[in-house]
């Protein structure tokens, strides 16, 4: 895929990437968004997100992120508009835009999203990120230390400081030439993926303390109902790493972090190891993402949704001999 060639002739350009905004997603928004002023100074870039975590205002153009919210004033038609780290139904107020305009383009790693959603498609769940995608599309004389930031970031977030079983070799490659441009790289882990305020630690300390083992110890579970979310005054971008938290448990082979979005509806996330694949999981319940790491919206009761989940998890569990 070529950028430069698809956007030659377009006078605007929109970016959006998926609903709840991580690192991945607004880290290949903005550095998309970075090397596209830069590779064309005169042309309308706009990028349109529910607003990222205050975390990620350290990557450049964070403050002139639109951000999408009931009532926002009619946009007009863009020439090219940019789906990132998600298919097009995960775009929220923005999926409208990217419907509208006159060429899109969907660039992502989700295995849900295989096949792709825009004229033009550059999606490969073997990645370890968006973030590593959008670097093989920018040209390398054009990479510098504002773009590299932002890529880097959403890097290291979506592989977990590069734990996770999605980096590969390409991916520690694109990471050296990242870090090549003179990024302080440790400030950039240290501030958006490790440090935590005082609340988030609390929030955190809680689903820990209340988590629970079922399945003879192969999974464990936890939730934040909406009274303790008042209680703690926080949202669920202070959620960041709970359910990562949790799947560090011994023995456990599967991990379910559920908060409370209103009653009897549930946001869930779910981590596994190479015995459960929760994409497959989530996409039962009309979800996605990625083999190791997805997510879904559920109603019910907490025991509704738990028993509902199981029943998939355990079947997986139970092919693979555990």
């Known amino acids: 895929m070529n950028i430069r060639e698809i956007c030659k002739d377009a006078e605007r350009i929109g970016i959006s990437g998926h609903i709840r905004p991580d690192g991945d997603c607004a880290g290949s928004c903005l550095g998309l968004s970075l090397y596209l002023k830069k590779l064309f100074p005169e042309k309308e870039v706009k990028v349109f997100l529910e607003k990222p ?125 990242l870090i090549g441009t003179g990024i302080d790289f440790p400030k950039l882990i240290e501030e958006t993926f490790y440090e935590k305020t005082y609340v988030q630690n609390q929030i955190m300390g809680r689903a820990l303390l209340e988590s629970m083992l079922i399945m003879d110890g192969r999974c464990i579970v936890s939730y934040i109902d909406k009274k303790t979310m008042d209680f703690y005054q926080v949202t669920s971008k202070d959620f960041e790493g709970i359910v990562s938290q949790i799947k560090l448990t011994k023995g456990t082979d599967c991990a379910v972090f559920m908060y409370e979005i209103r009653t009897l509806e549930y946001k869930v996330s779910l981590r596994s190891t190479d015995k459960v694949n929760v994409a497959k999981v989530a996409e039962m319940f009309g979800g996605g993402g990625h083999v190791r790491a997805a997510g879904c919206t559920m109603n019910g009761t907490f025991h509704d949704v738990i028993n509902n989940l199981t029943v998939h998890i355990e079947e997986q569990l139970e092919g693979a001999g555990a």
Not at 55 to 73: A, N, Q, Y
Not at 122 to 135: D, I, K, N, W
Not at 154 to 169: A, E, K, L, N
């Open 53 to 177: 975590a205050d975390i990620f205002s350290c990557i450049k153009g964070f403050s002139e992120i639109v951000v999408l919210e009931e009532g926002m004033p009619k946009v007009e038609p863009f020439d090219v508009y940019f789906a990132l780290d998600a298919r097009k139904d995960r775009l929220g107020a923005a999926e409208k835009f990217f419907e509208e305009a006159e060429t899109t383009v969907n660039i992502d790693h989700h295995v849900s999203n295989a096949e792709g959603c825009g004229t033009y498609n550059y999606v490969y769940p073997e990645a370890s990120s968006t973030c590593e995608l959008v670097y093989e599309l920018v040209e390398e004389e054009m990479l510098d230390a504002d773009i590299a930031a932002a890529l880097y970031i959403g890097i290291v977030h979506d592989t977990g400081v590069f734990r996770y079983s999605c980096t590969s070799p390409k991916t520690m490659q694109a990471a050296a030439k």
